[in-house]
C-alpha cells in the first residue's frame, strides 16, 4: 500500500502559539488527502478533506479558520493548528485515499499537547 | 448520520483461540474497512469490503459483509500476540469520509 509520512510525530507548545503538521504521500499522488482527529481512548473523527488546488471542506463542527489546511501539491497536506489551547491536544492522523477509493492509507499520527 | 457501533468493546484471548469483533450500521454499507491500530499509532490497513456476502482473507484474518451490507465481522483464526491491539471499522460515507465505529481491543494472553 501507499506510504504516508507525518511530521512532526509528536508536538508540545504553549496555548496561543500555532502549530503546522505536515502529512507527506511519499509513493502516491494523491489528490485528496483527509485528516482526523482522535481524543484518548475514542476513535477517530473526520475533520476536513484536503484538495490538491482548491480549498479544504470541513465536516460539521470543525473551525476552518482554526484549523487551516493546505493541500500544496499532489504529495503534501499541512494542517496548521492557530491559536492552540490545551483542549486541541489530540491525535492527529492524515490519510490518503486510493484513485478508485477502495483502499486508503493512514499516516503514523501526530500527537499535540497544549500547555 | 450513520451510527457505527463496534462489538465487544474489549476481549481477552487466549493465544492460540478463535476471535471475532463486529461491526453493525444503521445503514447500508458501501464500503466498509478494517483496520488495526496499536494506542497512539497509526492506522493498518487490512482489509476493505463493498459487496454483499463478499468474504476476504489475509494470513489468519478474515472479514465478511453479509448480504444486506448492514453488518460486517472480522474473525481471526489461531490468535497470537502479534493480532494484540485496537481493531477499528470504518464506513465510507462519501467518496473516502471514513465515519469510524469505537474500536475494538483485543488482548491476547500466553
Known amino acids: 500500500g501507499a506510504v504516508v509520512s507525518q511530521h512532526p510525530s509528536w508536538v508540545i507548545c504553549k496555548s496561543g502559539t500555532s502549530v503546522k503538521i505536515e502529512c507527506r504521500s511519499l509513493?502516491?499522488?494523491?489528490?485528496?488527502m483527509f485528516w482526523y482527529r482522535q481524543f484518548p481512548k475514542q476513535s477517530l473523527m473526520l475533520m476536513a478533506t484536503?484538495?490538491?488546488?482548491?480549498?479544504?471542506?470541513?465536516e460539521q463542527g470543525v473551525e476552518k479558520d482554526k484549523f487551516l489546511i493546505n493541500h500544496a501539491s499532489l504529495t503534501l497536506s499541512t494542517l496548521t493548528v492557530t491559536s492552540a489551547h490545551p483542549e486541541d491536544s489530540s491525535f492527529y492522523i492524515c490519510?490518503?485515499?486510493?484513485?478508485?477509493?477502495?483502499?486508503?492509507?493512514f499516516g503514523p499520527g501526530t500527537r499535540l499537547t497544549v500547555l | 448520520s450513520q451510527e457505527l457501533e463496534q462489538s465487544p468493546q474489549s476481549l481477552i484471548v487466549q493465544e492460540g483461540k478463535n476471535l471475532t469483533i463486529n461491526c453493525t450500521s444503521s445503514?447500508?454499507?458501501?464500503?466498509l474497512y478494517w483496520y488495526k491500530q496499536k494506542y497512539g499509532e497509526g492506522l493498518i490497513f487490512l482489509m476493505m469490503?463493498?459487496?454483499?456476502?463478499e468474504e476476504k482473507s489475509h494470513e489468519k484474518i478474515t472479514a465478511k459483509l453479509d448480504e444486506k451490507k448492514q453488518q460486517s465481522s472480522l474473525h481471526i483464526t489461531a490468535s497470537q500476540p502479534s493480532h494484540a491491539g485496537i481493531y477499528l471499522c470504518?464506513?465510507?460515507?462519501?467518496?473516502?469520509?471514513?465515519?469510524f465505529g469505537a474500536g475494538t481491543q483485543v488482548v491476547v494472553t500466553p
Open positions: 490519510s490518503i485515499a486510493g484513485a478508485s477509493y477502495n483502499e486508503q492509507f
Open positions: 509513493d502516491f499522488q494523491a489528490t485528496t
Open positions: 484536503s484538495n490538491e488546488g482548491s480549498k479544504a471542506t470541513y
Open positions: 445503514k447500508t454499507l458501501y464500503g
Open positions: 469490503l463493498q459487496k454483499g456476502g
Open positions: 470504518g464506513a465510507d460515507r462519501n467518496w473516502g469520509k471514513l465515519q
